[in-house]
């Protein structure tokens, strides 16, 4: 009796979770048609990308077909996930305490908080995918950009694409949660930290050249390995010199520790912001003014 009431409850728990995925992609893309707004997002990230095309050919003088242009353009590709679920989930609170005024009662619906965040981070992260997926295509054929992902190797790139994933939601969920106990001009703080993973993680720039202790930062941070481990999967070779030395499981390991300590960090955060939004009245105060 017990494992029927389990498995009927399991739909009614996973309806709010699709309504607010469902919610974020009609937020995000401005109740837009679907197909305007993966125009949009296909588009943006690739002219982005286009501009480090240019930027590389004119400061090295190197042709696209060099091993260097290939790393930079799958690292920044790849990170536009960061930037895209981080600045979302992040403006989350903003809007729904600013603009809509509904936090107070999201705060209060079964789905949770954090589940909420996950959520709406979620759809983003579908959008995203799309673009990732357009930039490579673009980069293969426009730029001669050869991938080199065997089937052997679809388990690997699979665990480091999850463990990335859950990572980036984690740290879109701890900038939201901290965005609760901030004024509404707060709003450009998680751009501000996509901007620095932007650097600390090697997207673009390979963190050897970094002086310590940034150096040192970037190897404890999950993004540095995990575009480690998609430049080895799709290219057959890392970026990072300093990295060179470790096996793909450890590459896989350490994004793993590193995932799990996000995960970690993020729950604290947003529990105590939560305690914090509610004891002190920001759950639903208007900042606006």
């Not at 679907?34 to 480090?52: D, E, K, S």
């Not at 052997?152 to 980036?168: N, Q, R, V």
């Not at 900038?175 to 930290?193: F, H, I, R």
Request: glycine share 10%; proline share 4%; charged share 10%.
């Amino acid at each position: 009796m017990s494992e029927a009431l389990e498995h009927s409850d399991a739909p009614s728990r996973l309806g709010p979770w699709l309504a607010a995925a469902r919610l974020g992609w009609a937020i995000e893309s401005n109740w837009a048609d679907p197909f305007v707004f993966m125009t949009y997002q296909i588009v943006r990230p690739l002219f982005g990308a286009l501009i480090l095309v240019v930027m590389f050919k004119i400061v090295t003088g190197q042709p696209t077909s060099s091993a260097v242009f290939g790393q930079m353009y799958v690292g920044n590709a790849f990170f536009i996930l960061v930037v895209q679920c981080v600045s979302c989930i992040g403006l989350v609170i903003f809007d729904d305490r600013e603009r809509y005024q509904m936090l107070r009662y999201i705060y209060l619906a079964p789905i949770g908080l954090g589940a909420y965040l996950a959520a709406r981070g979620m759809a983003r992260l579908a959008a995203t995918t799309v673009s990732i997926l357009f930039t490579l295509a673009v980069g293969a054929w426009l730029f001669g950009l050869r991938y080199h992902l065997s089937p052997a190797d679809l388990p690997y790139f699979s665990l480091i694409l999850i463990l990335g994933g859950i990572a980036t939601l984690a740290m879109g969920i701890m900038l939201g949660g901290s965005t609760m106990l901030m004024a509404q001009n707060g709003w450009s703080m998680p751009e501000g930290v996509s901007g620095v993973l932007y650097l600390f993680c090697g997207a673009v720039f390979s963190i050897d050249i970094l002086p310590w202790p940034f150096s040192a930062v970037a190897r404890l941070i999950p993004w540095t390995y995990w575009l480690e481990g998609i430049r080895r999967s799709l290219l057959g070779s890392g970026y990072v010199a300093s990295l060179a030395g470790l096996t793909n499981a450890q590459i896989l390991l350490r994004l793993g520790i590193g995932t799990a300590g996000t995960v970690a960090v993020a729950w604290l955060t947003l529990r105590f912001a939560e305690y914090r939004a509610v004891a002190t009245g920001k759950l639903d105060e208007k900042t606006d003014h």
